[in-house]
């Protein structure tokens, strides 16, 4: 055998060996998908799991062929869990440059949201434009994203919940005059809670939509996966699936 020969040979031989030792996601491998609770995308108070990132879960696992194991957390304990790695997925996130430090995002996004603002009935003049709110003591939900400059704005009085199912009583009650959100979750939740008579959306809009995204933690061993998960979530826009999905909580 010629010396460039067996040179061949033996660069080929190193490749295969490489090739054979990196595992692949296979269905018999967990991937820890993070789920809160924010219907209608999370419905997570009952024995069984639902709502549009559920659906879509499912969807990945078909078309993927792997497992997902859904982990129900609140908001911020789930993003610390993918920042220590604890958690390999997460979905219905606004990417920032904070969570970009630890979170690789699919592309294209699967859904969007649009914020607003609740206040208690008939109290919709209270809030017109952005300038009102420093007149105001503004509920929201710890480490989620709305818009800037509210996001970083110190001068605003906020105050922090864990989870946008608190902010409904706390306005109704008037420990709060008035809360920011995202529809179609923050509707849902006023109209399913019982609140529907009791509270209405502020005449100011910032008229700003937030696109959602699944996310994998950098820690992951799962990370390769995010192309992947990419190419599907746009093949289910393409074929209709990723409708069909929203519509069912609509």
Not at 37 to 61: A, F, R
Not at 63 to 76: A, N
Request: proline letters at 5%.
């Amino acid at each position: 055998m010629t010396r460039s020969k067996y040179r061949i040979l033996s660069i080929l031989s190193s490749l295969l060996c490489s090739l054979l030792l990196q595992k692949p996601v296979t269905a018999d491998e967990i991937i820890k998908y993070g789920i809160s609770h924010w219907p209608p995308y999370g419905m997570t108070e009952q024995s069984q799991i639902y709502g549009i990132n559920y659906d879509i879960g499912l969807e990945l696992e078909k078309r993927l062929g792997v497992t997902l194991q859904p982990r129900v957390c609140p908001f911020k304990r789930c993003l610390l869990e993918l920042e220590s790695g604890a958690l390999d997925l997460f979905s219905g996130i606004a990417k920032n440059d904070e969570r970009e430090k630890y979170l690789s995002y699919s592309s294209p996004p699967y859904s969007a949201v649009s914020v607003v603002f609740y206040v208690r009935k008939g109290e919709a003049d209270t809030l017109r434009n952005y300038d009102d709110l420093y007149k105001l003591r503004v509920g929201y939900v710890s480490k989620s994203h709305y818009f800037d400059p509210f996001n970083k704005d110190t001068a605003i009085q906020k105050v922090e919940v864990a989870k946008e199912q608190r902010l409904l009583p706390m306005l109704n009650s008037n420990r709060i005059d008035t809360y920011v959100g995202t529809d179609p979750n923050a509707s849902y939740e006023v109209l399913t809670k019982g609140f529907k008579t009791k509270l209405e959306k502020a005449a100011y809009t910032p008229n700003v939509e937030v696109p959602l995204y699944f996310a994998v933690s950098r820690k992951s061993k799962h990370l390769a996966l995010l192309s992947k998960i990419g190419q599907a979530i746009q093949d289910m826009h393409d074929d209709g699936t990723m409708a069909r999905i929203h519509d069912k909580y609509q």
